[in-house]
Protein backbone atom coordinates (compact mmCIF):
# COMPACT_ATOMS: atom_id res chain seq x y z
CA UNK A 1 0.00 0.00 0.00
CA UNK A 2 1.40 3.19 -0.91
CA UNK A 3 2.33 5.18 2.12
CA UNK A 4 2.16 8.53 0.70
CA UNK A 5 -0.22 9.70 -1.41
CA UNK A 6 -0.55 12.53 -3.97
CA UNK A 7 -3.70 13.67 -5.42
CA UNK A 8 -4.10 14.17 -8.59
CA UNK A 9 -1.37 12.35 -10.13
CA UNK A 10 -1.89 14.75 -13.15
CA UNK A 11 -3.44 18.00 -13.23
CA UNK A 12 -4.00 20.79 -16.17
CA UNK A 13 -5.01 24.16 -15.42
CA UNK A 14 -5.71 27.53 -16.93
CA UNK A 15 -3.62 30.57 -16.86
CA UNK A 16 -5.43 32.76 -13.45
CA UNK A 17 -7.16 29.71 -12.19
CA UNK A 18 -6.65 28.19 -8.49
CA UNK A 19 -5.70 24.13 -7.54
CA UNK A 20 -5.42 22.84 -4.51
CA UNK A 21 -2.60 19.46 -4.28
CA UNK A 22 -3.81 17.07 -2.11
CA UNK A 23 -0.92 15.39 0.34
CA UNK A 24 -1.41 12.60 2.90
CA UNK A 25 1.14 10.16 4.20
CA UNK A 26 0.80 7.05 6.23
CA UNK A 27 3.73 6.50 7.73
CA UNK A 28 3.24 8.35 11.15
CA UNK A 29 5.90 10.92 10.40
CA UNK A 30 5.39 14.43 12.29
CA UNK A 31 7.08 16.57 9.60
CA UNK A 32 5.97 17.22 6.22
CA UNK A 33 7.70 19.06 3.21
CA UNK A 34 7.10 20.36 -0.60
CA UNK A 35 8.88 20.15 -3.45
CA UNK A 36 8.88 21.17 -6.97
CA UNK A 37 11.15 19.86 -9.96
CA UNK A 38 11.11 21.38 -13.58
CA UNK A 39 13.09 21.23 -16.68
CA UNK A 40 13.92 24.46 -15.54
CA UNK A 41 15.29 24.28 -12.33
CA UNK A 42 15.97 21.16 -9.81
CA UNK A 43 14.49 19.86 -7.07
CA UNK A 44 13.56 22.85 -5.23
CA UNK A 45 12.38 23.05 -1.55
CA UNK A 46 9.27 25.24 -1.22
CA UNK A 47 7.69 24.31 2.58
CA UNK A 48 8.43 22.28 5.48
CA UNK A 49 5.83 21.38 8.03
CA UNK A 50 6.49 20.11 11.66
CA UNK A 51 3.47 19.33 13.91
CA UNK A 52 1.40 21.14 11.52
CA UNK A 53 3.32 24.64 11.71
CA UNK A 54 5.10 26.18 9.30
CA UNK A 55 9.02 25.85 9.82
CA UNK A 56 10.75 26.99 6.99
CA UNK A 57 9.17 28.68 3.85
CA UNK A 58 11.62 29.16 0.38
CA UNK A 59 8.94 30.08 -1.96
CA UNK A 60 9.18 33.66 -3.14
CA UNK A 61 5.22 33.83 -4.34
CA UNK A 62 2.20 34.55 -1.77
CA UNK A 63 0.40 32.42 -4.82
CA UNK A 64 1.62 29.05 -2.56
CA UNK A 65 -0.05 28.58 0.47
CA UNK A 66 0.54 24.97 2.06
CA UNK A 67 -2.78 23.86 4.30
CA UNK A 68 -2.82 21.33 7.06
CA UNK A 69 -5.94 20.33 8.21
CA UNK A 70 -4.37 17.38 10.38
CA UNK A 71 -0.91 15.97 10.75
CA UNK A 72 -0.45 13.57 8.06
CA UNK A 73 -2.14 15.71 5.37
CA UNK A 74 -0.48 19.17 3.70
CA UNK A 75 -2.17 20.20 0.94
CA UNK A 76 -0.77 22.99 -1.45
CA UNK A 77 -3.10 25.92 -2.74
CA UNK A 78 -1.84 27.53 -5.75
CA UNK A 79 -3.75 30.68 -6.97
CA UNK A 80 -3.28 32.89 -10.05
CA UNK A 81 -1.51 29.93 -11.87
CA UNK A 82 1.19 31.04 -14.34
CA UNK A 83 2.84 28.73 -17.49
CA UNK A 84 6.00 28.76 -14.97
CA UNK A 85 4.31 27.05 -12.67
CA UNK A 86 4.55 24.02 -14.54
CA UNK A 87 6.37 21.64 -12.73
CA UNK A 88 6.02 17.87 -11.02
CA UNK A 89 5.02 18.94 -7.44
CA UNK A 90 6.68 16.22 -4.53
CA UNK A 91 5.08 16.03 -1.06
CA UNK A 92 7.94 14.35 1.39
CA UNK A 93 7.53 13.39 4.93
CA UNK A 94 10.02 12.27 7.76
CA UNK A 95 10.34 11.77 11.30
CA UNK A 96 10.37 14.50 13.87
CA UNK A 97 13.93 17.02 14.42
CA UNK A 98 14.18 14.69 17.68
CA UNK A 99 15.33 11.61 16.24
CA UNK A 100 19.07 11.04 14.27
CA UNK A 101 18.48 10.33 11.34
CA UNK A 102 15.68 11.86 9.52
CA UNK A 103 15.86 11.14 6.13
CA UNK A 104 12.81 12.27 3.85
CA UNK A 105 10.65 9.99 2.10
CA UNK A 106 9.11 11.24 -0.71
CA UNK A 107 5.19 10.65 -2.41
CA UNK A 108 4.58 9.78 -6.12
CA UNK A 109 3.93 13.37 -7.27
CA UNK A 110 1.53 15.73 -9.04
CA UNK A 111 2.57 16.76 -12.62
CA UNK A 112 1.11 20.40 -12.98
CA UNK A 113 0.78 21.86 -16.51
CA UNK A 114 -0.77 25.16 -16.93
CA UNK A 115 -1.69 26.49 -20.30
CA UNK B 1 21.93 29.10 2.69
CA UNK B 2 23.31 25.57 1.20
CA UNK B 3 25.04 25.27 -1.84
CA UNK B 4 25.36 21.89 -3.77
CA UNK B 5 27.35 21.42 -7.25
CA UNK B 6 26.69 17.59 -8.59
CA UNK B 7 28.92 16.15 -11.03
CA UNK B 8 28.95 15.15 -13.90
CA UNK B 9 25.08 16.21 -15.17
CA UNK B 10 25.21 13.03 -17.55
CA UNK B 11 27.46 9.78 -17.62
CA UNK B 12 27.33 7.32 -19.56
CA UNK B 13 28.79 3.77 -18.69
CA UNK B 14 28.45 0.05 -19.95
CA UNK B 15 27.22 -2.88 -18.20
CA UNK B 16 29.81 -3.94 -15.64
CA UNK B 17 32.00 -0.83 -15.68
CA UNK B 18 32.26 1.79 -12.52
CA UNK B 19 30.67 5.06 -12.13
CA UNK B 20 31.43 7.55 -9.92
CA UNK B 21 29.47 10.51 -8.81
CA UNK B 22 30.45 13.56 -6.61
CA UNK B 23 28.78 16.24 -4.71
CA UNK B 24 30.57 19.12 -3.00
CA UNK B 25 28.75 21.61 -0.37
CA UNK B 26 29.23 24.81 1.43
CA UNK B 27 27.48 24.48 4.09
CA UNK B 28 29.77 23.30 7.47
CA UNK B 29 26.77 22.63 9.18
CA UNK B 30 25.21 19.37 6.87
CA UNK B 31 25.47 16.53 9.44
CA UNK B 32 23.44 14.15 7.33
CA UNK B 33 23.88 13.33 3.69
CA UNK B 34 21.57 11.44 1.71
CA UNK B 35 21.43 10.05 -2.11
CA UNK B 36 18.28 9.43 -4.01
CA UNK B 37 16.85 7.49 -7.17
CA UNK B 38 14.91 8.56 -9.64
CA UNK B 39 13.99 6.54 -12.62
CA UNK B 40 12.32 8.05 -15.59
CA UNK B 41 8.66 9.47 -14.57
CA UNK B 42 9.18 8.26 -11.16
CA UNK B 43 9.28 9.29 -7.69
CA UNK B 44 12.40 9.96 -5.43
CA UNK B 45 13.85 6.66 -3.66
CA UNK B 46 16.07 6.70 -1.27
CA UNK B 47 19.34 5.30 -1.99
CA UNK B 48 21.93 5.78 0.61
CA UNK B 49 22.41 7.89 3.72
CA UNK B 50 25.96 8.50 5.79
CA UNK B 51 25.97 10.39 8.75
CA UNK B 52 28.91 13.03 9.88
CA UNK B 53 30.34 10.63 12.46
CA UNK B 54 30.92 7.56 9.59
CA UNK B 55 32.76 8.23 6.39
CA UNK B 56 31.86 5.05 4.08
CA UNK B 57 28.68 3.26 3.96
CA UNK B 58 28.35 0.54 1.44
CA UNK B 59 24.81 -1.31 -0.17
CA UNK B 60 23.02 -2.33 -3.11
CA UNK B 61 26.30 -2.30 -5.17
CA UNK B 62 27.00 0.84 -4.30
CA UNK B 63 29.43 3.34 -1.84
CA UNK B 64 28.97 6.59 -0.56
CA UNK B 65 31.90 8.50 0.96
CA UNK B 66 32.48 11.39 2.42
CA UNK B 67 35.15 13.74 3.15
CA UNK B 68 34.14 16.11 5.62
CA UNK B 69 37.52 18.33 5.25
CA UNK B 70 36.67 19.46 1.46
CA UNK B 71 33.24 19.01 2.09
CA UNK B 72 32.85 16.30 -0.98
CA UNK B 73 30.96 13.27 -1.18
CA UNK B 74 30.57 10.53 -3.39
CA UNK B 75 28.82 8.21 -4.73
CA UNK B 76 30.40 5.03 -6.61
CA UNK B 77 29.27 2.01 -8.20
CA UNK B 78 31.53 -0.61 -8.73
CA UNK B 79 29.69 -2.87 -11.33
CA UNK B 80 27.13 -0.94 -13.31
CA UNK B 81 23.80 -2.96 -14.68
CA UNK B 82 21.05 -1.31 -16.63
CA UNK B 83 18.91 -1.42 -13.79
CA UNK B 84 21.06 1.33 -12.28
CA UNK B 85 19.92 3.71 -15.57
CA UNK B 86 18.08 6.70 -13.53
CA UNK B 87 18.86 10.09 -12.09
CA UNK B 88 20.71 10.61 -9.40
CA UNK B 89 20.51 13.18 -6.40
CA UNK B 90 22.68 13.70 -3.92
CA UNK B 91 21.23 15.87 -0.58
CA UNK B 92 23.26 17.00 2.38
CA UNK B 93 20.90 17.82 5.32
CA UNK B 94 21.39 20.57 7.91
CA UNK B 95 19.70 20.21 11.52
CA UNK B 96 18.16 22.67 13.42
CA UNK B 97 14.49 23.72 13.19
CA UNK B 98 15.02 23.69 9.38
CA UNK B 99 16.00 20.07 8.69
CA UNK B 100 15.69 20.79 4.69
CA UNK B 101 17.39 19.30 2.20
CA UNK B 102 19.24 20.90 -0.70
CA UNK B 103 19.47 18.99 -3.67
CA UNK B 104 21.99 18.85 -6.44
CA UNK B 105 21.34 19.29 -10.15
CA UNK B 106 21.43 15.60 -10.48
CA UNK B 107 23.51 13.28 -12.19
CA UNK B 108 21.34 11.34 -15.13
CA UNK B 109 23.27 7.61 -15.80
CA UNK B 110 22.94 6.11 -18.38
CA UNK B 111 24.26 2.05 -18.78
CA UNK B 112 24.53 0.83 -21.81
CA UNK B 113 24.13 -3.92 -22.32
Known amino acids: DPKIIQKPKYLVAVTGSEKILICEQYLGHNAMYWYRQSAKKPLEFMFSYSYQKLMDNQTASSRFQPQSSKKNHLDLQITALKPDDSATYFC??????????????FGPGTRLTVL | GEQVEQRPPHLSVREGDSAVITCTYT??????FFWYKQEPGASLQLLMKVFSSTEINEGQGFTVLLNKKDKRLSLNLTAAHPGDSAAYFC????????????FGKGTLLTVTP
Open chain 2, 91 to 102: APGSGGSNYKLT
Open chain 2, 27 to 32: DPNSYY
Open chain 1, 92 to 105: ASSQDRWTVSYEQY
